[in-house]
């Protein structure tokens, strides 16, 4: 799958990697892997959410690839990623021990950053063996364990019943999204991200939201309607930080400062004043910081 849709230049269009590999999870699904950076560097995993791909974290990606190996893959079905039979928690925990095992060498440890499905990813694979012997240290961006819904605020309307039941109808939607028009970038806009986010942010995300199969979009919300990865939490003992956007309608604030408060091994809540959904593209300097500051503070003495 090319990547004709994305932004072309800027710090937004996805840079080429040094090399590209395919894990091959559980059930045979078979995963685009991207290495950036260079082998025997402090490794960082990258898991990107619901509707993105890769390209979400180019500004991550081409930062921390100066000091760090950096590794980016598409969740299944996004991205190149083929669409697998499963659409799961237990899917999306498969996939990332298979890319851990892939991309990283033997003895090789990561910090493992996660955004909105991505960070569902690493809540569900917490309890993995695999997962503990590879990860260091983890952040969960702008995501939630569980009443993705029912706390929603994409609609201007009372908590309740009623928001729930449309909040669903309108993320579960069979339609496609069509092309990237003025309106189109106004709901994105609206829906996942600040009032503030420039022009070239809503236009990185739309493209790539964008550029999501309707089909695949569909079956994954249906999965993260039902989620609930709560008791998954006690599990994921790695040093653990934790960022949301203060006008995040998906995942609201509500979500990180529980997250916070649920985790054992909790290292830091930042709040993101006036940021939406979309933190790594709102605000990348605070997200690529929080994931360099998790190497420095929990890797140095497997790299140093």
């Known amino acids: ?47 990107h959410g619901w509707t993105c791909s890769t390209a979400f974290w180019a500004a991550q990606v081409r930062e921390l690839a100066k000091t760090h190996k950096v590794v980016a893959y598409d969740q299944r079905g996004h991205g190149r990623s083929p669409a697998g039979a499963a659409h799961s928690t237990t899917a999306l925990a498969d996939d990332l021990v298979a890319v851990l ?14 955004h909105s499905m991505g960070g569902m990813t690493i809540m569900a694979a917490a309890g993995r063996p695999e997962f503990a012997e590879r990860v260091a240290a983890a952040l969960l961006c702008s995501t939630g364990s569980s009443r993705l819904v029912e706390e929603a ?3 201007p309307l009372r908590a309740g019943r009623a928001r729930t039941r449309i909040t669903g109808v309108v993320l579960g939607s069979r339609a496609p999204l069509g092309p990237v028009t003025p309106v189109a970038r106004k709901v994105l806009k609206y829906a ?26 569909h ?16 599990a994921l003992t790695v040093p653990t930080a934790v960022i949301g956007g203060t006008v995040d309608r998906l995942t609201p604030i509500t979500h990180a400062r529980g997250l916070a408060a649920a985790l054992p091994n909790c290292v830091g809540l930042t709040e993101l004043a006036g940021m939406g959904h979309m933190t790594p593209i709102e605000a990348p300097e605070a997200v690529t910081h ?15």
């Open 1 to 47: 799958m090319s990547r004709v849709g994305y932004v072309t230049s800027g710090r937004y269009a996805p840079p080429a990697a040094r090399r590209e590999i395919v894990a091959v999870s559980a059930d045979g699904a078979r995963l685009h892997v991207e290495v950036h950076g260079e082998e025997g560097a402090p490794a960082v995993v990258l898991a």
């Open 153 to 155: 605020r994409v609609l």
């Open 101 to 114: 095992g892939a991309a990283l060498a033997p003895g090789e440890r990561a910090v493992v950053a996660g």
């Open 290 to 304: 929080a994931i360099s500051d998790l190497v420095d503070a929990h890797m140095k003495e497997k790299t140093g």
């Open 219 to 234: 079956a994954w919300s249906e999965v993260l309607a039902g989620l609930d990865l709560d008791a998954n939490l006690a």
């Open 192 to 217: 996942t991200m600040g009032p503030g986010s420039a022009p070239d942010r809503v236009e990185a995300c739309a493209r790539i939201v964008h550029a999501c199969p309707t089909k695949v979009r």
